[in-house]
């Protein structure tokens, strides 16, 4: 709790304690469903999650979740209950401090630190799905898997990735034999190396 609160006052802090509970999730297992009803808003603690959304089996990442931040999709939940629309993941083994939706609609009104607090995970998060659209539509597939690539990287901490073609192709919305063709170009550019089960990224 205090790696994750504490910037907030006291009163909001104890209130988190009281009501707040904290739970652990292997790597894959799913944190919020599609099409399930919300009963908590979740805050990564540690670890990392994956959000995405998929439309006839085939994912959309939308963004990843690191320790202290919260899934702006779930703050559509706090005024109304409907069941949600995307999917969060664990991309790694992770614990998740989980907040009754109840309980934040009170601290929503009651704490204008707490407001802020969404307020601003909301932006961050506008402005990341903002980032994923421009590169939608303005890069070319090479440049997205590098910046793809380049966040994987900084996620583990290392040049070196641990995702199959099958992967990457999935988390970019497209298929494993273009990934695989747009691999090899990058390969053949120099910008990384290919092994049988990872690749190692030449720049970050």
């Known amino acids: 709790m205090n790696n994750c609160f504490h910037t907030f006052r006291k009163e909001i802090y104890e209130e988190i304690g009281r009501h707040g509970f904290l739970k652990e999730f292997a790597k894959g297992e799913f944190v919020l469903k599609e099409n399930t009803y919300p009963k908590v808003l979740p805050i990564v603690n540690q670890g990392i999650l994956k959000v995405f959304s998929q439309e006839n089996e085939v994912e959309f990442l939308m963004y990843y979740l690191y320790p202290r931040q919260t899934c702006i999709f779930s703050f559509t939940h706090i005024l109304n209950a409907e069941p949600v ?13 989980c907040l009754p939706m109840d309980k934040v609609r009170e601290w929503v009104k009651l704490y204008p630190d707490f407001a802020l607090h969404i307020l601003a995970e909301y932006q961050r998060q506008y402005n990341d799905l903002l980032n994923t659209t421009k590169q939608i ?68």
């Open 85 to 97: 629309r995307f999917n969060a993941v664990a991309e790694t083994d992770s614990s998740v401090i």
């Open 137 to 204: 539509i303005c890069y070319n597939l090479e440049d997205r898997i590098l910046l793809y690539l380049r966040d994987q990287a900084e996620l583990a901490n290392s040049n070196l990735i641990h995702k199959s073609h099958q992967k990457i192709a999935a988390d970019l919305s497209t298929s494993r034999e273009v990934i695989s063709r747009a691999m090899k170009k990058l390969e053949k550019d120099k910008k990384i190396v290919q092994q049988s089960r990872s690749i190692t990224l030449l720049e970050r």
